[in-house]
């Protein structure tokens, strides 16, 4: 299986800032309902992980990916998968940079 690192930063802005208007409004609000109802439970725990749970896979832009940084902005992990680049069975993971300028794995 083929691991697809990403930076969670720029996974989190692409999250939030991607889409349409009402795209980026409904995604507030799905998020802010799972959070009121985590609340009623008594604990609330969103991470980067929560929302890539929550996303679908195939729509994440393909420039966020590591070694496909030069990819096209409008290319999807999807078009990516059509053109035989990556396979069906892939899992992502993210990764961060250090203070000292290396990857590490969030």
């Known amino acids: 299986m083929k691991t697809l690192k990403i930076k969670t ?6 999250y939030f800032n991607s889409g349409s208007d ?4 409904r995604t507030l609000r799905e998020l802010g309902r799972s959070i009121a109802e985590q609340l009623t439970e008594g604990k609330v725990s969103i991470t980067p992980h929560t929302l890539l749970d929550q996303c679908d ?4 832009r393909l420039n966020l990916i590591e070694g496909f940084r030069d990819a096209d902005p409008e290319y999807e992990v999807y078009d990516a998968h059509s053109m035989g680049l990556i396979g069906k069975n892939f899992k992502i ?7 000292n300028g290396h990857s590490e794995k969030v």
């Not at 009402?22 to 409004?25: K, L």
């Open 9 to 14: 930063e720029e996974f989190i802005d692409w």
């Open 57 to 60: 896979y195939g729509m994440i």
């Open 93 to 99: 993971e993210f990764i961060t940079n250090t203070k």
């Open 22 to 25: 009402q795209e980026q409004e």
